[in-house]
């Protein structure tokens, strides 16, 4: 990795790239350290303290800009809703599919269409954070103008982390969204890191002190691997084209293959669960329904991570189990609807493809969607484990940091993907062709 860095500052194009990303990421951190107006920032620190985990989730892609209530609170929230509602969109609305498959066009139009849901979205989100923190008594003035001030400055706030992002992926390196997300990530580490320093080895014995320093070292880097191995892992299904005669030339019979992602959904899944369990949370907390002993309020402190895996009370683990049901499950219904094994096998029957010993077309489908069936498991089971380590710790220890499985797995994948990036620039910039002989 630092060799392919080492590099690329050697070429004045790529080095220029970096400078801009850089730079587009200082001014993301420095606006999220704007104050939002019109709000008790005192107060909302102590609700957001009062309420345990239920906003940490949040908080964490937020790069804390939820909690110190910036303008930028709401971040690229909206933007990633808005892209993940347009890829259900498209998989229902026969009009947009045809307007994904127009090449460079079509994605222009969509995502066009996908800025337009975003700013949507945000104004939806911000008239009712706006309201919620009125009724809630966390603003300075609960009027109309104030409400106002605070949905406008909200919802410009993510609309510039929009452009941002895009301005990143256009000028810079890597997929600009997904860099301003990890920045807020990373920036939450230090802090995180010097809790678990005072909670655990501060004021301990040199010998206590160490093993402790040591697990946890162990625990993030067994982590870390774990990660980096299910985002790499692929299963390679073989792929033979028959040979062609056009003209006087022969064509075709190369051998190539298909790769399967063993993680192919990638970090939505988690995502998709951890969102779908914690908004009630969120909701609850907001309103001030944070206590009481009734039905509901159980089923509220069951859906709380900090909850899961408390020795004094393990009837709330129940959560976790339904937890990891939704990872499995989300990840085989987002996979579903990224990946299209029938029109996979069309293209191939198309080209003269096929895979040795499976018959084209349909055989050929039915063959990668049962390679796919065990893949995805394998993957969710892998994006499970590396959920549940650090609700497991909290659970247990109660080791209190924001960051976790979530967290590790969105760092890893970007780097490695904006590496690849990098390295594919390199290489067509250091490549030689017929001229060059």
């Known amino acids: 990795m630092l060799q392919t860095l080492r590099n690329a500052f050697k070429i004045k194009d790529l080095r220029g790239r970096i400078g801009f990303t850089f730079l587009m990421l200082v001014v993301?951190?420095?606006g999220c350290q704007l104050p939002l107006p019109g709000v008790d920032r005192n107060v909302f620190s102590s609700m957001?303290?009062?309420?345990?985990?239920?906003?940490?989730?949040?908080?964490?892609i937020t790069g804390g800009s939820f909690e110190e209530m910036s303008v930028l609170a709401l971040n690229i929230t909206p933007y990633i809703t808005a892209s993940i509602i347009m890829q259900l969109l498209t998989i229902a609305f026969p009009k947009l599919e045809e307007i994904q498959r127009d090449g460079e066009t079509g994605r222009k139009k969509i995502n066009k269409i996908t800025r337009y849901v975003t700013v949507g979205l945000a104004l939806v989100q911000s008239i009712a954070m706006a309201i919620g923190f009125g009724r809630g008594g966390y603003l300075e003035e609960f009027n109309v103008l104030?409400?106002?001030?605070?949905?406008?400055?909200?919802?410009?706030?993510?609309?510039?982390?929009?452009?941002?992002?895009?301005?990143?992926?256009?000028?810079?390196?890597?997929?600009?969204?997904?860099?301003?997300?990890?920045?807020?990530?990373?920036s939450r580490i230090p802090g995180d890191l010097t809790t678990l320093y005072q909670q655990f080895i501060a004021g301990q014995t040199l010998a206590r002190g160490t093993l402790a320093a040591v697990i946890i070292a162990a625990i993030i880097i067994a982590?870390?691997?774990?990660?980096?191995?299910?985002?790499?892992?692929?299963?390679?299904i073989p792929v033979?084209?028959?040979?062609?005669?056009?003209?006087?030339?022969?064509v075709g019979?190369?051998?190539?293959?298909?790769?399967?992602?063993v993680n192919t959904a990638g970090v939505i899944p988690v995502i998709f669960a951890q969102s779908l369990m914690q908004t009630p949370v969120f909701i609850a907390a907001l309103l001030g329904y944070t206590g009481g002993t009734g039905v509901g309020a159980q089923i509220l402190r069951g859906l709380s991570q900090s909850n899961w895996f408390d020795p004094n009370n393990w009837i709330y683990t129940i959560g976790a189990a339904v937890y990891l049901l939704l990872i499995i499950g989300f990840a085989y219904?987002?996979?579903?609807?990224?990946?299209?094994?029938?029109e996979i096998a069309d293209n191939m029957k198309k080209q003269g493809g096929f895979i040795p010993g499976i018959r084209p077309g349909k055989p050929t489908s039915d063959y990668l969607n049962s390679i796919l069936h065990y893949i995805i498991f394998i993957g969710a089971i892998g994006?499970?484990?590396?959920?549940?380590?650090?609700?497991?710790?909290?659970?247990?220890?109660?080791?209190?940091?924001?960051?976790?499985?979530?967290?590790?797995?969105?760092?890893?994948?970007?780097?490695?993907e904006t590496l690849k990036q990098i390295e594919s620039q390199m290489l067509v910039r250091n490549y030689k062709g017929f001229l060059n002989d």
């Open 253 to 261: 019979g190369n051998s190539t293959h298909i790769p399967l992602k």
């Open 223 to 236: 982590t870390v691997v774990l990660v980096v191995l299910l985002q790499n892992a692929e299963r390679k």
């Open 146 to 186: 104030n409400v106002i001030l605070i949905v406008t400055a909200l919802t410009a706030g993510s609309a510039v982390l929009m452009w941002i992002g895009e301005r990143i992926t256009e000028k810079g390196v890597g997929n600009g969204i997904s860099i301003v997300l990890v920045i807020n990530i990373i």
């Open 383 to 416: 994006l499970a484990i590396v959920a549940i380590i650090p609700i497991i710790l909290n659970g247990l220890f109660n080791a209190n940091v924001s960051f976790g499985g979530t967290s590790i797995i969105i760092i890893v994948g970007v780097i490695i």
């Open 28 to 30: 993301v951190r420095i």
């Open 48 to 60: 957001f303290g009062s309420s345990g985990d239920a906003m940490n989730f949040f908080n964490a």
């Open 240 to 250: 033979q084209y028959s040979k062609k005669i056009q003209g006087r030339r022969q």
């Open 333 to 342: 219904f987002y996979t579903s609807i990224t990946f299209n094994p029938l």
